[in-house]
T-cell receptor, first 116, second 109 residues
């Protein structure tokens, strides 16, 4: 089974702090994704990566950055946390291939981040 | 226009009932289709892929209508454990998956 592991289930940080959310997958997947999920808004894509050292902006990248130094690890960084970044953060991965569009994503357990 | 639209529900149905969800998508280039299930405070999990000819997995049947750009999920003989939010997901080649906001189902004893 695919295992996507997020470093924390619950995290509380203060406004202005730099926050790191870590995600590791063990299936050698090329593609990794970061989402946030808020009531009534569904899953929104923040950033994604199709390869090491590669990153692409999703729908809501403002206030975030990412790092993909190794294939198995994709980090989400909140440069200066704000209260409107309180949310559930979900990491996902999927394999690539000749027809990568057909591959579903596998999600981590999520991190509930509260910014005070 | 939203890329993937679902009726948010909630659908409240008794045990044993048959329930159907529909989902419409706007990108005619979409090639892959999935249904995910998400339990309260949990991560989304793949329920089933949706194939052009339609496909069945036990009590669950998925259908795709490319001409009308909609996908459906039918659940027969509903169980209490089917209570969850069901997410419709579509994907065009070379782009990330696009998730609907989900349809909430409550199966009542």
């Amino acid at each position: 089974d695919v295992k996507v592991t997020q470093s924390s289930r619950y995290l509380v940080k203060r406004t202005g702090e730099k926050v790191f959310l870590e995600c590791v997958q063990d299936m050698d997947h090329e593609n990794m994704f970061w989402y946030r999920q808020d009531p009534g808004l569904g899953l929104r894509l923040i950033y994604f990566s199709y390869d090491v050292k590669m990153k692409e902006k999703g729908d809501i990248p403002e206030g975030y950055s990412v790092s993909r130094e190794k294939k198995e690890r994709f980090s989400l960084i909140l440069e200066s946390a704000s209260t409107n970044q309180t949310s559930m953060y979900l990491c996902a991965s999927s394999p690539s291939g000749l027809d990568s569009s057909n591959q579903p994503q596998h999600f981590g357990d999520g991190t509930r981040l509260s910014i005070l | 226009r939203k890329e993937v639209e679902q009726d948010p529900g909630p659908f409240n149905v008794p045990e044993g009932a048959t329930v159907a969800f529909n989902c419409t998508y706007s990108n005619s280039a979409s090639q892959s289709f999935f249904w995910y299930r998400q339990d309260c405070r949990k991560e989304p999990k793949l329920l089933m892929s949706v194939y052009s000819s339609g496909n069945e997995d036990g009590r669950f049947t998925a259908q795709l209508n490319r001409a009308s750009q909609y996908i459906s999920l039918l659940i027969r003989d509903s169980k209490l454990s089917d209570s969850a939010t069901y997410l419709c997901v579509v994907n065009a080649l070379g782009t990330p998956l696009v998730f609907g906001k989900g349809t909430r189902l409550s199966v009542i004893a």
